[in-house]
């Protein structure tokens, strides 16, 4: 194989790759209609969806009004933040889903998580590129580890 070809083959490689880096999604909590509110059902909401590690929820609400407090499942439960709990404030709250398993979110104001302001997910690894599973996104690292793997195993001589 020619170097010009060799060359073509892994910046044909490397665009087709690239893609793969954008597959974590910002997820608005509630949709874009209901966003972070008291008398919104998340659970039902949630129903359905996929959380994967390097998602993230973006938490959409009147600055002021409400809140974003990660908390535990005991104050989950309780509608309880636990003191000195580090609030989101900003109306426009971002928070990374780094690791998987269940996460709580409550809002922190008045009686806003009685009336229905708090959110409970379960967040999934990434699977290697190897996986059989068709709802499952691929880790970023992993496929594209693997594809610059094959193209350098097909350029080399």
């Not at 398993?101 to 967040?123: E, F, M, N, P, T």
Request: charged letters at 15%; aromatic letters at 8%; a negative charge.
């Amino acid at each position: 194989m020619a170097p010009w070809q060799r060359l073509l083959v892994l910046v044909v490689a490397v665009a087709v790759a690239l893609p793969v880096f954008s597959m974590a999604a910002d997820i608005m909590v509630g949709g874009s209609t209901d966003g972070w509110r008291p008398g919104v059902n998340y659970t039902e909401w949630a129903e359905g969806m996929e959380f994967i590690v390097g998602d993230r929820l973006v938490f959409s609400y009147p600055a002021g009004l409400h809140n974003v407090i990660a908390v535990d499942e005991e104050a989950f439960r309780s509608c309880s933040a636990p003191a000195g709990a580090n609030a989101l404030v900003s109306g426009h709250d971002a928070v990374s889903l780094n690791s998987s398993g269940r996460k709580w979110y409550v809002c922190g104001k008045a009686d806003h998580c009685s009336k229905g302001q708090r959110l409970l997910i379960d967040v999934m690894p990434l699977v290697t590129v190897y996986s059989t599973s068709t709802s499952a996104r691929t880790d970023p690292r992993s496929a594209f580890t693997a594809l610059i793997s094959a193209v350098l195993l097909f350029i080399m001589p």
